[in-house]
């Protein structure tokens, strides 16, 4: 008896599609989440270059009556986004390029920057925790501040560190991503994100102190 086996191919592709395109999906989005944290690991180490090297801690910034001393909170994130200029501990105008790679948004990044006491002998490393009401981030735990050894404690002062001292820096980023096919999910975060963490911990080298500044 004849029989028409011409549909064969299509039902075997029907039955077959479904996982193909979820691996495929997949692929897309690890590549894109790999792209994404080796672009946040570059920026920590050379973002955590100038704490290391005192640049932060010296650069002058501002003019006239207004003038300081020192990265604060929002200038070192202004450095890691966008690069941040002004002057260095001899007094003259330099210049820091931004970290953060093009494809990375600033509005989605948040900085934890750290300082070890002397007297931890066992700093821990802790990724901050991110508070959500309602769907909306209400909190990060991140800040400037010094460690107190079992954590974080965040003060969101300026960017310390001085010579010899263990500086912790952290860079978090909240990707976009989607909940796959086929049981596939990369989302850890609220709102379809998936959390990405580069972390860099240095020792501060030695640095000469800004210019009119006698202990640094």
Not at 91 to 98: L, M, Q, R, S
Not at 100 to 127: D, E, G, K, S
Request: charged share 5%; hydrophobic share 40%; net charge neutral.
């Amino acid at each position: 008896m004849c029989r028409d086996a011409s549909g064969g191919p299509t039902i075997e592709f029907a039955l077959v599609a479904p996982a193909v395109i979820a691996l495929l999906l997949a692929i897309l989005h690890i590549a894109l989440i790999y792209l994404a944290q080796e672009g946040l690991e570059t920026a920590v180490e050379a973002s955590s270059r100038l704490i290391l090297t005192g640049s932060a801690q010296t650069l002058q910034l501002g003019s006239g009556t207004g003038a300081y001393t020192g990265m604060k909170a929002a200038d070192f994130k202004t450095a890691v986004c966008s690069g941040i200029s002004g002057k260095d501990s001899s007094g003259a105008a330099v210049t820091y390029p931004a970290s953060l790679p093009p494809f990375l948004t600033c509005n989605r990044l948040y900085v934890n920057v750290q300082v070890v006491p002397a007297t931890c002998t066992t700093p821990t490393i802790t990724t901050p925790n991110f508070t959500y009401t309602n769907g909306a981030l209400t909190s990060t735990g991140t800040g400037y501040g010094q460690s107190n050894c079992a954590g974080t404690t965040n003060t969101n002062g300026g960017i310390s560190g001085t010579q010899k001292s263990l500086v912790i820096v952290q860079l978090i980023y909240l990707w976009p991503t989607v909940s796959a096919p086929l049981g596939l999910n990369f989302v850890n975060q609220a709102n379809g994100n998936r959390m990405l963490v580069a972390t860099s911990v240095v020792t501060v080298e030695g640095y000469l102190c800004a210019t009119g500044v006698t202990s640094c």
